[in-house]
């Protein structure tokens, strides 16, 4: 006769748990979904994930549900269940657009599995349709000349720029993006090891360092923070989720741009290493002692 196993047992009651719980949608249960969906079974998980997906109407606090789902499909080691979290959260797409950035992340993540790129893009998609249903409803005013613009217009400033522009303010403000864009390509006049065209020494440094630790980077590429908000920042390491901004001056206008992009940074609760002119004859050792805090070299 076969001996009893506690574990199997164990599982099969939660199992049960949270299958009841989703079909008889017992909104009052939810905090008991919140346990489950640590619960070390991965298959329980997997039916609490599901199960607060279906308590989507009844629940008034989806603030608290959706971040209870985007810890689970952030840092669950179980793919199906990043997978079902991610599908839950599509039925949250109110309270899901505090996360658009985070669900960004997931969805252009490559070290995950297709399906679970695929149900982040599809939370992304429920979370943008939500944000501009919400911006419809509103006014809009050009960001420069105050002047009331449509719908139209205000999406079109949103996706470009990320700040709402009137037909003749947004030409402007492309015209200012090109001649803004050439005068950084003509700065980027050093090269590095593997070819990346940089603008200063310590931006040459840096990307060098990382090659040579086979640190895989993307540099000077913009990236949405928080919201519509996008950052360009010196480097982003994808396979991280971490930013590197090297500073390499303290002019009054440069330090004030510093500032704004900082808080950006903190805002959106980025990673982030700053390195600067004041580190350069360091700069290696700083970099690594840094980056020792969120990778293993």
Known sequence: MASHNPDVAE?????????????????????????????????????????????????????LVTDYLAQAAETDDHPQVRQYALKALSKYPNASVALLD?????????????????????????????NRTAYARKHHWCTRCRRRINEEDFMRGMELFGKPYCLHCLDERILE??????????????????????QSQGERRIADYLSLKGVRYVYDERYRMAGDVRIRPDFYLPEFDLYIEYWGMDTPEY??????????????????????????????????????RYIRL
Do not use: W
């Open 11 to 63: 599982q099969k009651q939660l199992r049960a748990r949270a299958l009841e719980i989703g079909n008889t949608l017992e909104a009052s249960a939810v905090d008991e979904l919140f346990g489950l969906l640590k619960c070390r079974f991965p298959e329980v998980r997997r039916l609490a994930a599901s199960a607060l997906g279906k308590l989507a109407p009844r629940h008034p606090n989806e603030m």
């Open 102 to 130: 985070r669900l960004r992340d997931l969805a252009r993540n490559p070290d995950l599995k297709d399906y679970v790129r695929t149900a982040a893009a599809e939370a992304v998609a429920a979370a943008q349709e939500a």
């Open 177 to 198: 993006s090109k001649n803004f864009e050439i005068v950084v390509n003509e700065a980027k006049a050093k090269r590095t090891e593997d070819g990346t065209a940089v």
């Open 255 to 292: 330090v004030e741009n510093m500032k704004k992009k900082l808080f950006l940074y903190q805002r959106a609760g980025k990673k982030l290493i700053s390195l600067s002119f004041r580190d350069f004859d360091r700069l290696e050792a700083i970099l690594e002692e840094k980056l020792s």
